[in-house]
């Protein structure tokens, strides 16, 4: 009993670590241009009334998000020569927290009533500067401690990421609320300091590159020498770009094997399918319900993220505990529960659904208590699902090209889900909210059945390692 104590006190003095704490606050500079360039601006353009198929338009600038894998390579490999001082991280770090810094400035001392185009370009590029430093962030947070802290990092920077979209959004708000929106922008500007500080004040990180990488690379870069006939300056461009783009996708495949690496994309694929899919249909779920703005918002703006912190919180110390593949079990089953939830309440509620559709001022809010029990399952899922879906994801890194792969990785698992998420409206005005959430449920098992893939493939590993092991042990010199 008192071993079981001393385990899960160690588990929890993860969050003591400095850079677990620095984490939180790089979190927070993380998630705080989202909004501002996407939900909030959407308020900000409808209120200076830009057409509803403009402002649609305006959510093109995510994809700068999706898309960041394209210019990882450069982020990964290249070292600015004006910050050379600040390493490699820290220095793209910076540019890209300037660039945000910049961008929201601009932002709001233009007006979109008067220069919606304007708008557009500065939105693009605080995006691009956001995806910039989300690069460099993701690349400190892998190398910066072992494997064995990784779920800590990815708890306080979700939790950071969390509370920054609550300022840049509920926030951002609220300030243009009370003034106008030149001095809310100017406020969240003011706030992006916190990452320039913070990046400021943090070592960078001393990443260890090991021999077989270095050998491997050299093998690639020698055949390119010796096979090609390119002028001096070509070949060296061409070398430099197989060993920024091409050698992270070779390495992955090189050290895993084609048997394992196809099931891990697999994974990485399938994994946020349901969540994604389910989550942008959620809001729309409760106001036909019937649940009033003010409800939704105390309940799931509110409440649900505090609790989408607490999952966070939670996943962390279970990666601690237990290892990230159980944790990511975890948070799937979670996940699928809480989609089936959705589903009964659907059923469940399909009176109100009917009065709500016929006409939407007869409808009576339902028990509060059914929203609650809702977004407390699916909050506190996504808290422990995505926290260890980023701890997992940052454990298939190899350090000599951190940031290209993990862009790779979020690039093969947000295209795929934000497609399968933009047809939810289509499904629910065919077959109606019970069968699309039944349908969001099983999107979720062949992630499932990846899992216990993984988990087999991890207890056959460690039996081979104790047999190694325990022969090791007997052998004769």
């Given at each position: 009993m008192q071993g079981a104590i001393q385990r899960w006190r160690q588990s929890l003095t993860a969050y003591t670590h400095p850079r677990v704490w620095a984490m939180l606050f790089l979190g927070f500079a993380a998630g705080l241009p989202f909004p501002l360039v996407l939900t909030t601006l959407s308020a900000r353009l409808r209120q200076s009334h830009i057409d509803r198929t403009t402002i649609g338009y305006f959510s093109l600038v995510g994809l700068a998000y999706s898309l960041k894998f394209f210019w990882s390579p450069i982020v990964d490999r290249l070292r600015l020569p004006w910050l050379q001082r600040l390493g490699r991280r820290r220095g793209w770090m910076l540019l890209g927290q300037l660039g945000i810094a910049i961008g929201l400035v601009s932002l709001a001392l233009h007006d979109p009533a008067q220069s919606a185009e304007t708008i557009a370009w500065l939105a693009v590029f605080t995006a691009f500067s956001s995806a910039t430093q989300d690069i460099a962030i993701d690349a400190y947070r892998i190398e910066s401690v072992g494997v064995e802290w990784q779920g800590s990092m990815a708890a306080a920077y979700q939790?950071?990421?969390?509370?920054?979209?609550?300022?840049?959004?509920?926030?951002?708000?609220?300030?243009?609320?009370?003034?106008?929106?030149?001095?809310?922008?100017?406020?969240?500007?003011?706030?992006?300091?916190?990452?320039?500080?913070?990046?400021?004040?943090?070592?960078?990180?001393?990443?260890?590159?090991?021999?077989?990488?270095?050998?491997?690379?050299?093998?690639?870069?020698?055949?390119?020498?010796?096979?090609?006939?390119?002028?001096?300056?070509?070949?060296n461009a061409a070398a430099w770009l197989i060993g920024a783009v091409v050698c992270p996708i070779v390495d992955f495949f090189a050290r895993n094997g084609l048997r394992v690496a196809l099931p891990i994309l697999a994974l990485i694929v399938t994994y946020r399918l349901n969540y994604m899919t389910m989550g942008v249909a959620a809001i729309p779920f409760y106001i036909d319900l019937g649940y009033s703005l003010d409800q939704i918002a105390l309940i799931s703006k509110g409440y649900g993220i505090a609790l989408t912190l607490c999952g966070a919180l939670l996943a962390g110390f279970l990666v601690k505990r237990f290892g990230i593949a159980w944790s990511l079990m975890a948070g799937c089953l979670l996940l699928t529960f809480a989609n089936l939830f959705y589903a009964y309440l659907g059923s469940h509620l399909a009176d109100n659904l009917a009065v709500h559709a016929a006409d939407p001022k007869m409808a009576s809010s339902p028990a509060i208590g059914w929203l609650a029990a809702a977004v407390s399952l699916d909050n506190i899922a996504n808290g422990i699902a995505g926290t260890a879906f980023i701890a997992y994801m940052s454990s298939l890194t190899n350090t000599a090209y951190t940031a290209t792969q993990y862009a790779l990785f979020g690039t093969l698992w947000s295209l795929p889900a934000k497609s399968l998420a933009s047809q939810w409206g289509r499904i629910v005005d065919t077959f109606g909210y019970m069968p699309f959430f039944t349908y969001t449920a099983a999107i979720g098992l062949p992630a499932f059945v990846l899992i216990l893939w993984l988990l087999r493939n991890q207890a056959r590993d460690e039996a081979r390692s104790r047999i190694a092991s325990a022969g090791a042990g007997t052998s004769v010199p």
């Open positions: 939790i950071g990421y969390q509370v920054a979209l609550i300022a840049g959004g509920a926030g951002a708000l609220l300030a243009a609320s009370a003034h106008d929106w030149t001095t809310a922008y100017m406020a969240m500007a003011a706030l992006s300091m916190v990452g320039i500080l913070t990046t400021l004040a943090i070592d960078e990180p001393q990443a260890s590159i090991d021999r077989a990488t270095i050998a491997q690379e050299a093998r690639v870069l020698a055949f390119l020498d010796r096979s090609s006939h390119w002028p001096g300056f070509l070949r």
